[in-house]
């Protein structure tokens, strides 16, 4: 079955500093990927929409500056947290699907990001 | 519309009982709905899928519902084992974009 990767599946890193978290599309290709942020004990909140080849499509409330996402190739999009803080600190999961239009979205495992 | 942020509902079975998880989607043209399921710590997997023309699915121990009257889904899981306790969530597909919704629903399993 298709099989999304996501890394790093966990991250420590100090205020300030940037991280970045790659979303692969192993077996197939994806023009549209999303990106997600979980708090403990609640559901997926969507932070935006990555569009290979354009920029990504941000929900209300959430910082492009901040969040920087982009997708080069039909199979990376990536998700880079800048000048991180410690509310930072959360669940992202990534997910992809197929290109055809009616097909099931694939999640990543997530990437546990802690900023100190 | 999409939940953000809020805090999961809880739904407790007995381990051989049957579970029902329910979900209220938001667009009535949407035409395709799948059903997650998410392990602590982990990613959601695929568990089941339905088209909007059909209203019912099954697959191995689960069956989907879909009522389009009163834009509702639900999961039954049958035999409920301890390995199916996780939080189950629905998204509704239309025109291409995908939503997430309901927020989600946290089933435990008691042995």
């Known amino acids: 079955g298709a099989v999304v990767s996501q890394h790093p599946s966990w991250v420590i890193c100090k205020s300030g500093t940037s991280v970045k978290i790659e979303c692969r599309s192993l077996d197939f290709q994806a023009t549209t990927m999303f990106w997600y942020r979980q708090f403990p004990k609640q559901s997926l909140m969507l932070m935006a929409t990555?569009?290979?080849?354009?920029?990504?499509?941000?929900e209300q409330g959430v910082e492009k500056d901040k969040f920087l996402i982009n997708h080069a190739s039909l199979t990376l999009s990536t998700l880079t947290v800048t000048s991180a803080h410690p509310e930072d600190s959360s669940f992202y999961i990534c997910?992809?699907?197929?290109?055809?239009?009616?097909?099931?979205?694939?999640f990543g495992n997530g990437t546990r990001l802690t900023v100190t | 519309g999409e939940s953000v942020g809020l805090h999961l509902p809880t739904l407790s079975v007995q381990e051989g009982d049957n579970s029902i998880i329910n979900c209220a989607y938001s667009?009535?043209?949407?035409?395709?709905f799948i059903w997650y399921k998410q392990e602590s710590g982990k990613g959601p997997q695929f568990i089941i899928d339905i088209r909007s023309n059909m209203d019912k699915r099954q697959g191995q121990r689960v069956t989907v519902l879909l009522n389009k009257t009163v834009k509702h889904l639900s999961l039954q899981i049958a035999a409920t084992q301890p390995g199916d306790s996780a939080v189950y969530f629905c998204?509704?597909?239309?025109?291409?974009?995908?939503?997430?919704f309901g927020g989600g629903t946290r089933l435990m399993v008691k042995p």
């Open positions: 997910s992809a699907r197929d290109q055809g239009r009616n097909s099931p979205l694939h």
């Open positions: 667009n009535s043209a949407s035409d395709y």
């Open positions: 998204a509704e597909i239309y025109a291409g974009n995908m939503l997430t």
């Open positions: 990555s569009n290979e080849g354009s920029k990504a499509t941000y």
